[in-house]
Protein backbone atom coordinates (compact mmCIF):
# COMPACT_ATOMS: atom_id res chain seq x y z
CA UNK A 1 0.00 0.00 0.00
CA UNK A 2 1.39 3.32 -0.58
CA UNK A 3 2.58 5.98 1.90
CA UNK A 4 0.12 8.79 1.11
CA UNK A 5 -3.45 7.95 0.47
CA UNK A 6 -5.89 10.52 0.69
CA UNK A 7 -9.61 10.88 1.36
CA UNK A 8 -11.95 10.99 -0.05
CA UNK A 9 -10.77 10.66 -3.99
CA UNK A 10 -13.51 13.81 -5.06
CA UNK A 11 -15.41 15.75 -3.03
CA UNK A 12 -18.16 18.18 -4.55
CA UNK A 13 -19.49 20.59 -2.30
CA UNK A 14 -21.72 24.19 -1.94
CA UNK A 15 -19.51 27.61 -2.14
CA UNK A 16 -19.41 28.80 1.17
CA UNK A 17 -19.44 25.13 2.74
CA UNK A 18 -16.48 23.59 4.80
CA UNK A 19 -14.15 21.16 3.07
CA UNK A 20 -12.24 18.29 4.51
CA UNK A 21 -9.69 16.22 3.04
CA UNK A 22 -7.83 13.53 5.10
CA UNK A 23 -4.61 12.33 4.05
CA UNK A 24 -2.86 8.95 6.03
CA UNK A 25 0.50 7.65 5.84
CA UNK A 26 2.16 4.41 6.86
CA UNK A 27 6.13 5.64 8.19
CA UNK A 28 7.53 7.66 10.29
CA UNK A 29 7.80 11.70 9.12
CA UNK A 30 9.47 14.82 10.17
CA UNK A 31 7.14 16.78 8.22
CA UNK A 32 3.95 16.98 5.83
CA UNK A 33 2.87 19.79 3.59
CA UNK A 34 -0.19 20.24 1.62
CA UNK A 35 -0.18 21.25 -2.32
CA UNK A 36 -2.76 22.84 -4.16
CA UNK A 37 -2.56 21.83 -8.11
CA UNK A 38 -4.84 23.13 -11.01
CA UNK A 39 -6.16 20.88 -13.40
CA UNK A 40 -2.72 20.83 -15.68
CA UNK A 41 -0.53 23.31 -14.00
CA UNK A 42 1.75 23.22 -11.11
CA UNK A 43 2.39 22.73 -7.06
CA UNK A 44 1.15 25.19 -5.28
CA UNK A 45 2.65 24.71 -1.69
CA UNK A 46 -0.63 25.64 0.72
CA UNK A 47 0.94 24.67 4.27
CA UNK A 48 3.89 22.66 5.89
CA UNK A 49 3.30 21.29 9.23
CA UNK A 50 5.66 19.89 11.58
CA UNK A 51 5.77 16.48 13.17
CA UNK A 52 5.27 17.63 16.56
CA UNK A 53 2.78 20.23 15.76
CA UNK A 54 -0.97 18.92 15.64
CA UNK A 55 -2.52 22.01 14.15
CA UNK A 56 -1.71 24.81 12.16
CA UNK A 57 -3.64 27.90 10.56
CA UNK A 58 -3.33 29.86 7.76
CA UNK A 59 -5.98 31.87 6.12
CA UNK A 60 -8.88 29.91 5.58
CA UNK A 61 -6.81 26.76 5.97
CA UNK A 62 -6.44 24.13 8.87
CA UNK A 63 -4.39 22.02 8.51
CA UNK A 64 -4.00 18.85 11.98
CA UNK A 65 -1.98 16.13 12.32
CA UNK A 66 -2.04 13.16 14.37
CA UNK A 67 1.71 11.14 14.76
CA UNK A 68 0.03 8.67 16.68
CA UNK A 69 -2.88 7.55 13.74
CA UNK A 70 -0.33 8.74 10.94
CA UNK A 71 -2.95 11.20 9.62
CA UNK A 72 -3.51 14.57 8.79
CA UNK A 73 -6.58 16.41 7.69
CA UNK A 74 -7.16 19.92 5.47
CA UNK A 75 -9.87 21.94 6.25
CA UNK A 76 -10.94 24.84 3.79
CA UNK A 77 -13.26 26.93 5.89
CA UNK A 78 -16.04 29.13 3.67
CA UNK A 79 -14.59 27.80 0.32
CA UNK A 80 -15.17 29.17 -2.78
CA UNK A 81 -15.70 28.50 -6.48
CA UNK A 82 -11.83 29.75 -6.86
CA UNK A 83 -10.74 26.58 -4.71
CA UNK A 84 -11.55 24.25 -7.11
CA UNK A 85 -8.36 21.87 -7.91
CA UNK A 86 -6.67 19.35 -6.56
CA UNK A 87 -4.86 18.58 -3.25
CA UNK A 88 -1.92 16.60 -2.53
CA UNK A 89 -0.43 15.84 1.03
CA UNK A 90 3.45 15.25 0.92
CA UNK A 91 4.94 13.91 3.91
CA UNK A 92 8.74 14.59 4.79
CA UNK A 93 11.43 12.14 5.88
CA UNK A 94 14.90 13.39 6.28
CA UNK A 95 17.60 11.18 5.59
CA UNK A 96 20.96 10.78 6.72
CA UNK A 97 21.88 14.54 8.03
CA UNK A 98 18.81 15.54 7.55
CA UNK A 99 20.32 17.75 3.83
CA UNK A 100 18.14 14.82 1.70
CA UNK A 101 14.56 14.72 2.10
CA UNK A 102 12.88 12.21 0.85
CA UNK A 103 9.54 13.34 -0.16
CA UNK A 104 6.43 11.38 -1.05
CA UNK A 105 2.87 12.65 -2.39
CA UNK A 106 -0.15 11.16 -1.79
CA UNK A 107 -2.57 10.43 -4.32
CA UNK A 108 -4.78 13.69 -4.24
CA UNK A 109 -8.38 14.74 -3.47
CA UNK A 110 -9.98 16.39 -6.65
CA UNK A 111 -12.19 19.20 -4.88
CA UNK A 112 -15.00 20.73 -6.62
CA UNK A 113 -16.91 23.66 -5.52
CA UNK A 114 -19.96 24.29 -7.20
CA UNK A 115 -20.96 27.93 -7.42
CA UNK B 1 10.86 35.41 -2.17
CA UNK B 2 13.04 32.70 -3.63
CA UNK B 3 11.69 30.29 -6.61
CA UNK B 4 12.71 27.28 -8.22
CA UNK B 5 12.81 28.19 -12.14
CA UNK B 6 11.85 25.90 -14.49
CA UNK B 7 11.97 25.83 -18.76
CA UNK B 8 10.39 25.60 -20.95
CA UNK B 9 6.69 25.62 -19.02
CA UNK B 10 5.70 22.97 -21.93
CA UNK B 11 7.62 21.04 -24.60
CA UNK B 12 6.41 19.10 -27.42
CA UNK B 13 8.23 16.48 -28.82
CA UNK B 14 8.35 13.96 -31.46
CA UNK B 15 8.75 10.10 -29.96
CA UNK B 16 12.50 8.69 -30.34
CA UNK B 17 13.72 12.31 -29.65
CA UNK B 18 15.71 13.63 -26.77
CA UNK B 19 14.84 16.39 -24.61
CA UNK B 20 16.67 18.09 -21.58
CA UNK B 21 14.23 19.92 -19.06
CA UNK B 22 15.73 22.62 -17.59
CA UNK B 23 15.69 23.86 -13.73
CA UNK B 24 17.38 26.76 -11.90
CA UNK B 25 17.36 25.95 -8.36
CA UNK B 26 17.42 28.38 -5.29
CA UNK B 27 20.91 29.63 -5.38
CA UNK B 28 22.42 28.44 -2.46
CA UNK B 29 20.21 24.95 -2.30
CA UNK B 30 22.52 22.05 -2.44
CA UNK B 31 20.11 18.99 -2.86
CA UNK B 32 17.90 18.43 -5.87
CA UNK B 33 15.15 16.56 -7.09
CA UNK B 34 13.33 15.44 -10.29
CA UNK B 35 9.44 14.15 -10.22
CA UNK B 36 7.28 12.97 -12.51
CA UNK B 37 3.01 13.27 -12.50
CA UNK B 38 1.44 11.88 -15.28
CA UNK B 39 -1.70 13.77 -16.04
CA UNK B 40 -4.13 11.99 -13.97
CA UNK B 41 -1.51 10.79 -11.17
CA UNK B 42 0.02 11.41 -8.00
CA UNK B 43 3.64 12.87 -8.04
CA UNK B 44 6.17 10.37 -8.51
CA UNK B 45 9.97 10.78 -7.02
CA UNK B 46 12.52 10.27 -10.10
CA UNK B 47 15.57 10.91 -8.80
CA UNK B 48 18.47 12.98 -5.96
CA UNK B 49 21.63 14.58 -6.63
CA UNK B 50 23.88 15.97 -4.50
CA UNK B 51 27.82 16.96 -4.70
CA UNK B 52 27.52 16.29 -7.88
CA UNK B 53 26.25 12.46 -7.66
CA UNK B 54 23.21 10.59 -7.70
CA UNK B 55 21.69 9.92 -4.45
CA UNK B 56 19.06 8.05 -4.85
CA UNK B 57 16.86 6.65 -8.01
CA UNK B 58 13.71 5.18 -8.66
CA UNK B 59 12.58 2.07 -10.74
CA UNK B 60 10.81 4.62 -13.18
CA UNK B 61 14.77 6.38 -13.67
CA UNK B 62 16.40 4.12 -15.63
CA UNK B 63 19.26 4.34 -18.30
CA UNK B 64 16.75 6.45 -20.20
CA UNK B 65 17.41 9.22 -17.87
CA UNK B 66 20.19 11.42 -16.40
CA UNK B 67 20.95 14.39 -14.57
CA UNK B 68 23.69 16.77 -14.46
CA UNK B 69 24.18 20.18 -12.74
CA UNK B 70 26.52 21.68 -16.00
CA UNK B 71 27.15 24.71 -14.20
CA UNK B 72 26.92 26.55 -11.00
CA UNK B 73 22.94 27.23 -11.28
CA UNK B 74 21.03 24.92 -13.65
CA UNK B 75 20.07 21.21 -13.39
CA UNK B 76 18.98 19.62 -16.27
CA UNK B 77 16.83 16.20 -17.00
CA UNK B 78 17.61 14.75 -19.98
CA UNK B 79 15.21 11.98 -21.58
CA UNK B 80 17.00 9.86 -24.40
CA UNK B 81 14.69 8.47 -27.33
CA UNK B 82 11.41 9.34 -25.59
CA UNK B 83 8.26 7.36 -25.66
CA UNK B 84 4.83 8.34 -25.62
CA UNK B 85 4.20 6.80 -22.05
CA UNK B 86 6.82 10.20 -20.91
CA UNK B 87 4.58 12.36 -21.25
CA UNK B 88 3.99 14.21 -17.94
CA UNK B 89 4.52 17.11 -15.78
CA UNK B 90 7.90 17.12 -14.74
CA UNK B 91 9.09 18.87 -11.32
CA UNK B 92 12.65 20.08 -10.22
CA UNK B 93 12.60 20.69 -6.44
CA UNK B 94 15.59 22.15 -3.95
CA UNK B 95 16.77 22.37 -0.69
CA UNK B 96 19.22 23.78 1.79
CA UNK B 97 21.00 22.48 4.73
CA UNK B 98 19.52 21.52 7.53
CA UNK B 99 15.87 20.68 7.23
CA UNK B 100 14.87 23.39 5.44
CA UNK B 101 11.68 23.06 3.23
CA UNK B 102 12.21 22.03 -0.21
CA UNK B 103 11.15 24.12 -2.91
CA UNK B 104 8.95 23.17 -6.08
CA UNK B 105 9.38 24.30 -9.59
CA UNK B 106 5.98 25.15 -11.62
CA UNK B 107 6.93 22.28 -13.72
CA UNK B 108 7.79 21.24 -17.65
CA UNK B 109 4.52 19.86 -19.19
CA UNK B 110 6.45 17.36 -21.85
CA UNK B 111 4.05 15.88 -24.64
CA UNK B 112 5.40 13.21 -26.48
CA UNK B 113 3.71 12.94 -30.22
Known amino acids: SQQGEEDPQALSIQEGENATMNCSYK?????LQWYRQNSGRGLVHLIL?????REKHSGRLRVTLDTSKKSSSLLITASRAADTASYFC???????????????FGTGTKLQVIP | EPEVTQTPSHQVTQMGQEVILRCVPISNHLYFYWYRQILGQKVEFLVS????????KSEIFDDQFSVERPDGSNFTLKIRSTKLEDSAMYFCASNGHLRTEAFFGQGTRLTVV
Open chain 1, 90 to 104: ATVLFMNSGGYQKVT
Open chain 2, 49 to 56: FYNNEISE
Open chain 1, 27 to 31: TSINN
Open chain 1, 49 to 53: IRSNE
